[in-house]
């Protein structure tokens, strides 16, 4: 929340004291605004939808009677939460921000993709996963 809270300070300044912070007439960037929305709202969306993950991955064996297929989601999910911090600007591709930068935020965006694999393990469990 101190990101948010930041956030929503700076342009409470902006819009009653006259600062510039987003306002690019002022020499402020527009665009700060936006990384620091979705800084704030990337892992956000992945810390709401991880206890749903957990559940679903200890239940789902429990029920079929197997062990869960493929990786453990003891090990993905501490990896989906860092990766969610890091890639909040995967949403941001028409900013025209830098080329590297763009290339830094879709390896992370795609290593988050790889450490989701959980999701597709658990309902592998149940069809026809290690007996």
């Known amino acids: 929340m101190p ?8 342009l409470l300044f902006d819009c009653h004291f006259g600062t510039s912070f987003f ?5 402020g960037d527009p665009v700060m605004y936006q990384h ?17 993950f957990g559940i679903i ?10 062990p869960l297929f493929g990786c453990t989601t003891r090990w993905t999910m501490p990896w989906r939460r860092i ?3 890091m890639a909040w600007a995967l949403h941001m591709f ?6 590297i930068g763009q290339l830094f935020f879709m390896h992370a965006s795609m290593l988050s993709t790889v450490s989701s694999v959980s999701a597709s393990t658990t309902p592998r469990t149940a069809t026809g996963g290690p007996t």
């Open 94 to 99: 028409a900013t025209g921000m830098h080329v």
């Open 57 to 66: 991955s200890q239940v789902i064996p429990a029920l079929s009677r197997k």
């Open 36 to 52: 620091i929305l979705w800084f704030f709202g990337h892992p956000e969306v992945y810390i709401m939808i991880l206890p749903a």
């Open 23 to 27: 306002n690019a007439s002022g020499g």
């Open 3 to 10: 990101v948010l809270a930041g956030a929503i300070t700076m």
């Open 83 to 85: 990766l969610s911090f």
